[in-house]
């Protein structure tokens, strides 16, 4: 089965089912005009099988035939030698069959001096591989061939959530758990701490690789250990990649998601993940890589519509002009140069990136860009509220408005509410809409301690926003009663002279099996303040009840009250105080 292709069925099924609510017993339920009927089923994980990656290296020595431990599917070189030191290859296939003599392309993004990398390259699973140099031998040094099958390996399984939702001219983005990302051998500490910065410049690249490319996803696999492992990086080094085919694949990790929440590259201010892909200017920029050798080939149709949406949404929700030039400003180090918004790697570097046949319509794309955008969208925001604290039984009610950054409300628009329970995944509610001043209610009778948010997936004269997370505590309700004694004029309960202990009993809803709480008693002083006098924990019952008897050690007035510790489900609670006297000789 193509694995591709099951997880683009997967995915499409899954967006089928998201406008869902909560199937638990805690629905949100409107307080308000423009909810939708009858909740759909709330969101499913789905199992996939990606191969894991098999890879390999070898120092073959020039004009020999060098076999391989296995048939690869992906293949790159690298070496020491002079500049414009070049190779040529050819492989075998089983039957013996010769490709003919290709020259490597070299990869320029983040450059080394005297060492040479090619660009991944997809092969037909040859059997053995043989290189010479293309020119003068002596400027070529030591050669490493890099070998690896991205898809013919043992299957490993990943589990793939509903991505987040996306709005008209949002770009559907293949994450990196479905194109299969081996997250171990990414690194994201010491000197790989991920840096953000504000987005101020894209660049256009190409991975120099093969053109009609048959398994996207697997070359975006040998990439990304390409770029970890063989070349040291902390991670791939694009933000994003987008295949022949048109299909945009994320690129270097920025943070965990929420189900809600598009892979963007960036932190939830939307400062963007810097990258490898442009030396000395990768801080503040976006570099987008398309599969394929632009050097050799021309631009697709759906990988230039993919690029062109890609560079809209990026450069629209951040008001920059797609046709403009400006003087980039590197956050990190200071460094300064004048750029076109949209450039290519060439303009930053020496390098051919990204070839001849994508560079000369950049002129082209950046109108198309502008196109796109028209008279640009406008930006949104989402406010929420809902109370702190609540005593479990009661309802949460929270309100939200969806407004212009001016303040603006926005009408007639459908927002998603999110909530999560303490110690449970985060899961979709109903679609909701908004009145005509931008607002909406909503009530949820929670068993736990509550997280809310609402996301508004965007429209096609407005940008989608999210409100900030809301937590609600629940505190548990503890009740407390006295037993015996007898209730007096003055409305306390009062026990006989000579009572030494006085029974006391109560429950804790919702219920916490071996749960425990404390019952203190305090009396009265001289001075008209309370001091503790006695407590005593206890644990609950299966059914959440408890008992105790208190000591009293001499007559008085005394108040009894309990309490229950918070827990990671729930703030603490306390019963009402309940005050007695133990009446004198």
Not at 45 to 58: C, G, Q, Y
Not at 313 to 338: F, K, S, V
């Amino acid at each position: 089965m193509d694995v591709d292709r099951t997880i683009r069925r997967a995915r499409k099924a899954l967006r089928r089912t998201l406008p869902g609510a909560v199937t638990v017993c805690i629905l949100a339920a409107p307080m308000g005009p423009g909810a939708s009927a009858a909740p759909p089923p709330g969101p499913r994980k789905v199992s996939i099988r990606v191969p894991l990656t098999r890879a390999d290296t070898l120092r073959p020595a020039p004009g020999l035939r060098t076999q391989l431990a296995w048939p690869a599917t992906h293949v790159a070189f690298t070496w020491t030698g002079s500049d414009g030191s070049r190779l040529l290859y050819r492989s075998w296939d089983e039957t013996g069959k010769a490709s003919p003599w290709t020259r490597v392309p070299e990869s320029h993004d983040m450059e080394q001096p005297g060492m040479h990398y090619s660009a991944m390259l997809s092969v037909a699973r040859p059997s053995s591989i043989e290189w010479r140099a293309d020119g003068p031998e002596a400027g070529v040094g030591t050669v490493t061939l890099h070998y690896l099958n991205t898809v013919d390996g043992p299957p490993g399984e990943a589990r793939i959530l509903a991505a987040g939702q996306t709005g008209p001219g949002t770009p559907d983005i293949i994450t990196r758990a479905e194109w299969g990302a081996d997250e171990s051998i990414k690194r994201t500490t010491g000197d790989c701490d991920r840096r953000f910065w504000p987005a101020q410049q894209l660049f256009v690249h190409h991975t120099a690789g093969s053109n009609n490319d048959p398994h996207p996803k697997a070359t975006m696999r040998a990439i990304y250990r390409y770029h970890t492992v063989t070349r040291g990086w902390c991670d791939i080094g694009y933000n994003f990649v987008i295949a022949p085919d048109g299909r945009l694949f994320e690129g270097r990790w920025a943070r965990r998601y929420a189900p809600w929440e598009l892979h963007t590259g960036e932190t939830v201010g939307g400062r963007a993940v810097a990258g490898a892909h442009v030396a000395d200017y990768n801080s503040g920029s976006v570099g987008v890589s398309l599969m394929g050798n632009l050097s050799t080939s021309t631009l697709g149709r759906s990988a230039r519509r993919t690029l062109v949406g890609l560079l809209a949404w990026e450069a629209d929700r951040r008001n920059l002009r797609p046709r403009g030039m400006h003087t980039y400003r590197n956050p990190d180090t200071g460094l300064t140069q004048r750029l076109h918004l949209i450039a290519g790697h060439r303009d930053a570097g020496q390098t051919e990136c990204p070839g001849n046949h994508l560079y000369d319509i950049l002129r082209g794309l950046r109108r198309r860009v502008a196109a796109t955008i028209g008279d640009g969208r406008r930006n949104t925001a989402l406010s929420l509220d809902a109370p702190a604290l609540v005593d479990f039984g009661e309802n949460v009610n929270v309100t939200s408005r969806l407004s212009t950054r001016a303040g603006r409300g926005i009408g007639g628009r459908s927002v998603v509410v999110y909530r999560r329970e303490s110690g449970a995944p985060w899961t979709r509610g109903r679609r909701m809409g908004t009145d005509k001043a931008g607002r909406l209610g909503f009530r949820f009778d929670p068993a736990k301690n509550l997280s809310v948010r609402v996301v508004y997936a965007g429209g096609r004269r407005t940008w989608g926003s999210e409100s900030r997370t809301m937590h609600v505590l629940i505190a548990p309700q503890v009740t407390l009663a006295l037993a015996g004694g007898r209730t007096g004029a003055d409305g306390v309960r009062h026990f006989p002279a000579g009572t030494t202990r006085v029974a006391v009993g109560g429950a804790v809803r919702p219920v916490h099996p071996k749960g425990k709480v404390v019952v203190s008693v305090e009396r009265i002083q001289a001075d008209g303040r309370w001091r503790e006098v006695g407590r005593a924990p206890k644990r609950l019952t299966s059914e959440g009840r408890y008992s105790s008897a208190v000591a009293v050690a001499r007559p008085g007035r005394y108040r009894a009250v309990t309490r229950m510790a918070a827990d990671d489900d729930h703030a603490a609670g306390r019963s009402s105080g309940r005050s007695f006297v133990v009446d004198g000789l």
